[in-house]
């Protein structure tokens, strides 16, 4: 089982090695997508998708959105003179036990993707019940959250 103090260490090892090995946050990114599901960001915001908000976006960028969507921290807007609703990113309580368990698994599978699983606790990989609940943004057509 993990401590309390692992997700620091992961995080400070991440950035330890990120700036050459992950410079622009997409192994991290990546591993955000696998704990939490959700593989097309354009599905979760599409008229961000639609003015090009992540053609250029880094994976920094787009895990802000990512994690947004997965913990529903937006709100949405309507877009005068189109059918679109704008998404305003709100903030994420990153101090509770679900935000801690995404930030831990995300941080192991970076590192792990980057190929450093041999310097990570023999236990991680292994654990059981620590699945984080699934918490997806979805919207109906009224633009509401579920």
Sequence with gaps: MSTPDDTEKF???YDHISSKHDPHGFQLYFAAQEVTGIKHLW???PYEDACGRFELA???QLLQYLTAAYFRAVSWEIVPG???????????DTGTPEYRAFEEQVYEAA???MGFA???PLDHGT???TEIPQKRAHRDCGGENR
């Design 127 to 129: 654990r059981q019940n």
């Design 82 to 92: 189109t059918t679109y609703e704008r998404a305003i990113l709100r903030e994420v």
């Design 118 to 120: 041999a310097l990570l």
């Design 11 to 13: 995080k400070r090892f």
């Design 58 to 60: 880094d994976g920094h």
């Design 43 to 45: 599905e979760e915001f």
């Design 111 to 113: 590192l792990r993707r």
